[in-house]
């Protein structure tokens, strides 16, 4: 199998589309109402992965249960360096990374995958127990390693990434360098006075109170033809963030064909997550499991919702380790895109520190 450049056409035929798994009546007659399937989600990425300059290859790793997990490797010749792997938030996917990839991997090798449950991987049945569910991403990132042979890594992870590279350190911390923890979901207790919970944005609150008790994102599949227009106007900041590569509705529609499939990992979501938002295993009271020789640095928007003080209070968890907390001015959530150039630079300091 050979490397394959980001102007070689036809970069997604050495790998079969995942067929989706219809779970009752309701999820057979769901597809032929929204306008989304693999193959659609394919070919949207596909256009986002021509964006790239370095060599990569894109491909399944089959895992020994047979679940698959998407993958993308940027600049695969750089084997002499610890390899940065990137972990996607919930909702997300390798695409949301292109403003990245080609500056974090001009050193060294980066690898970034699609959780099990989210884009393009197996959407494979999760436990309805959060430590369950839990600990089955985990242990398929770990196995993901395993098969990939990767013997340690620079492990990168953003919002729900950041919870669940974080739960994979305590678990597996000889294969961790350096964590870096970008506006990690999950953290903070969740406080008993309301005052002193932060505002989640606009959007946010939106699809809370349209859903309910619902999987966090069904709205998208119950909308049928109208799905794709719900991610435009909930979300228009995306199209803004990545319009130095693309004008038309591109990132739109990937977000809407990694989230309009059957649900899986979003279910896994639910199931450890309270109130939407709110963690039920909180990290906070864990974090100070993590081995102390790794390393932690801690990324945050300045306008992001996401608790920035976590970073304070894993310093006086972790009093005998390194832990750096920083902070990008004009970024929110996804500070990844929303200041990619600082972002870059930042994390690339914090990888050139390993080796």
Known sequence: MGWLGSTRQGLFTMADDLEQQPQGWLSSWLPAWRPTSMSQLKNVEARILQCLQNKFLARYVSLPNQNKIWTVTVSPELRDRTPLVMVHGFGGGVGLWILNMDSLSAHRTLHTFDLLGFGRSSRPTFSR??????????????????????????????????????????????????????????????????????????????????????????????????????VQRFRPDFKRKFADFFEDDTISEYIYHCNAQNPSGETAFKAMMESFGWARRPMLERIHLIRKDVPITMIYGANTWIDTSTGEKVKLQRPDSYVRDMEIEGASHHVYADQPHIFNAMVEEICDSVD
Do not use: C, Q
Not at 158 to 165: D, E, I, T, V, Y
Not at 200 to 218: H, R
């Open 129 to 230: 127990d959060p430590e369950g569910a839990e600990d089955e991403f985990v242990t398929s990132i770990e196995t993901w390693r395993e098969t990939m042979g990767i013997p340690s890594m620079i492990l990168l992870g953003h919002s729900l990434g950041g919870f669940l590279a974080t739960s994979y350190s305590i678990k597996y911390p000889e294969r961790v360098k350096h964590l870096i923890l970008v506006d990690p979901w999950g953290f903070p207790l969740r406080p008993t006075d309301p005052s002193e919970i932060r505002a989640p944005p606009t959007w946010f609150k939106a699809v809370a109170s349209v859903l309910g008790l619902s999987n966090p994102l069904a709205v998208l599949r119950v909308a049928g033809p109208w799905g794709p227009g719900l």
